[in-house]
């Protein structure tokens, strides 16, 4: 049977980042390595994670991290697919102004431009398309690393993640991965996914993969 190619788009808790020393959790420790090592026999997941990325906003100097600028070269690049998921919106706290409404609803024009990419090369292509609602942050962030590039009510604005992600994924037609009921951040900074959280994660998707594949 050939295996199933699940991509993977994210920021840095997709990627792996690792607060200790900045660098990147091994492959079988990061939640997408997990999930693979346990679906070797049945899916590929192609890890598209970036450190920093949010939805759909340039940073200064770093337009590179602009997910909806960026979604289609990637989606381009891995042709073709049988599942695409977005995780994005925790950095969006660090703009004035956003609310959980507004950044699942960013996050869901990204995964709207990576459907009509798709689509339109493979018309005929059952690929599916999910929604994740990121981790929510907790208290921590303030006294951790990275406190100082959010705004102060980024704990609290992220604990509505669950509801806006669900409720814009209904609305577009997608399928629903809630992060935040199988992981949270770690102690260190409140904000990225230690190992065990990592682990946490990789075994829950691979589990709702093996139903909803």
């Known amino acids: 049977m050939e295996k199933k190619r ?8 997709t990627h792996g980042f690792r607060v200790s020393d900045g660098l990147r959790f091994g492959r079988h420790q990061h939640w997408t390595g997990v999930c693979q090592d346990i679906m070797a026999e049945t899916a590929e997941i192609l890890n598209e994670g970036l450190n920093g ?12 991290r602009n ?8 989606i ?20 004035p102004g956003q609310t959980a409404e507004s950044i699942a609803a960013n996050a869901a024009r990204v995964l709207a431009k990576a459907r009509d990419v ?3 090369k493979y018309p005929e292509n059952t690929c599916k398309y999910v929604l994740m609602a990121p981790i929510t942050i907790s208290g921590r962030l303030a006294d951790g690393p990275f406190g100082w590039e959010f705004c102060s009510d980024a704990p609290e604005i992220s ?8 409720a814009e994924a209904e609305h577009r037609g997608f399928m629903y991965f809630d992060a935040s009921r199988a ?22 998707f691979a589990a709702w993969l093996k139903d909803n594949l």
């Open 6 to 13: 699940i991509l993977i788009y994210g920021d840095s808790n």
């Open 53 to 64: 990325r949010l939805t759909c906003f340039d940073e200064e100097g770093m337009t590179f």
């Open 67 to 74: 997910g909806l600028a960026y979604i289609e070269p990637c």
């Open 76 to 95: 381009r690049t891995h042709l073709p697919l049988d599942m695409v998921c977005v995780m994005l919106g925790t950095n969006d706290l660090k703009l």
């Open 118 to 120: 798709h689509d339109s």
């Open 159 to 166: 604990k509505g993640f669950r509801q806006a992600f669900a």
């Open 183 to 204: 992981a949270e951040p770690g102690p260190v900074d409140g904000l990225h996914l230690d190992e065990e959280n990592h682990r946490r994660l990789g075994e829950a």
